[in-house]
């Protein structure tokens, strides 16, 4: 089929690890890219063979002959881009999260669904096996009725910049809109929703920390000023709850992998204890016996791509969005789940602020504005 057309738009660390699965897709061509840091601009230019370069986005969007284009920039600036981009007649691919807050990803949705051009975000766990074999359990009715699922996403102590990696955008709020539940709770969280086929949220309450010790000459330098630590509860739509503990920073060690269970079984999606991973596994009673089991992954896997159609169209979120654009597949509700998602983070930075549980409608109401002016 024929390549889709792409233009860049940030060519930092995230879009260099995005232009690390195109060049790995038959079906794709990267043919632009826009920076603001035109020598960097240059040697990703070259490492990668990219025709043309911009330093001003709006410049590379002018051009008919690109069919989409994929926003690797911070959090803030997430909208703003994206939505020129829709306005241009360009289908979007947009790092995760959606956005900075609720409100500004849900301009996004809307605007997409204005121009009529699709928007995916990067949800990369979507595309696991153990995320395809669990799905797949759950349709099959061997959890029975879904009644509560727990989120976990763990790092000692690995907060961006002030532990010494990543950029300080990380963890500004003015930049990134928010810290822990943002940057790595987003794919924790959004495989879920996706594994519980995204319930209404009803109410959300929870509580964030920024307690650990840390250097204060980075803190100073970086304006450390979104939370490192974050906890939440959700009631949905049907009765099904979700409990949420996401990590930069703790004094604990591993944490279990992320958990469904029903009335008929359970799953435990993969984690790490003592320092070791963890498989799916699932969980259930049999002839009056508890149960515990583990699966052949990379048997499902090279059974499913011989007996099933396009199945690499789920190798990877970029695989996915080429898959899609090409009329393979039908394009995963990435952006429906990763609003989602952000409507219960900033729920959850609300109840933090509330000091009380808060319902839906609050968030929608409440949510203010993040975007950075581009």
């Not at 603001?36 to 002959?65: H, P, S």
């Not at 994929?70 to 959090?75: E, G, K």
């Not at 963890?278 to 499913?304: G, I, K, Q, V």
């Not at 609003?339 to 959850?348: C, F, N, P, R, V």
């Amino acid at each position: 089929m024929e390549k889709i057309r792409i233009g860049m738009i940030g060519v930092g660390m995230i879009g260099k690890a995005h232009l690390d699965f195109y060049k790995d897709i038959e079906g794709a061509e990267v043919v632009a890219a826009a920076d603001v840091n035109e020598a960097e601009l240059g040697n990703v230019a070259a490492k990668y063979n990219i025709a043309q370069t911009y330093t001003d986005f709006r410049a590379m969007l002018k051009r008919d002959d690109i069919e989409a284009v994929d926003v690797c920039l911070h959090n803030n600036f997430h909208a703003p881009v994206t939505i020129e981009a829709l306005k241009a007649g360009k289908h979007v691919y947009c790092e995760k999260p959606i956005a900075g807050s609720f409100i500004d990803g849900k301009a996004m949705l809307d605007a997409a669904r204005q121009y009529g051009k699709k928007l995916h975000i990067q949800l990369s766990f979507l595309y696991f096996k153990e995320t395809k074999a669990a799905k797949m359990l759950i349709e099959e009715g061997k959890l029975g009725r879904l009644f509560h699922a727990r989120s976990t996403g763990y790092r000692r102590r690995g907060r961006p910049y002030v532990d010494g990696y990543g950029t300080k955008y990380f963890t500004r709020k003015e930049t990134a809109g928010g810290g822990a539940l943002f940057d790595m709770g987003v794919y924790n969280i959004s495989q879920l929703l996706y594994l519980l086929d995204a319930p209404e949220v009803l109410t959300i309450t929870g509580k964030t920390y920024q307690e650990m010790e840390i250097d204060e000459r980075r803190k100073n330098i970086s304006q450390f000023n979104v939370e490192e630590l974050g906890v939440g509860f959700i009631r949905f739509k049907g009765g099904i709850t979700l409990d949420i503990i996401e990590s930069w920073a703790i004094h604990l060690n591993d944490f279990e992998g992320s958990s469904i269970v029903g009335s008929e079984g359970g799953i435990r999606l993969p984690g790490y204890v003592a320092g070791k991973p963890t498989p799916l596994s699932y969980h259930t009673n049999m002839c009056d016996l508890e149960m515990d089991s583990t699966f052949n992954l990379n048997a499902m896997d090279f059974r499913w791509r011989n007996l099933r159609d396009n199945t690499d169209a789920y190798d990877s979120s970029q695989h996915h969005w080429i898959a899609a654009l090409q009329g393979k597949v039908h394009l995963l509700p990435t952006a429906e789940i990763a609003l989602q998602t952000m409507l219960i983070s900033e729920g959850i930075y609300m109840s933090d602020r509330l000091g009380r549980e808060v319902t839906a409608e609050e968030v929608l109401s409440l949510s203010e504005s993040l975007t950075v002016s581009v």
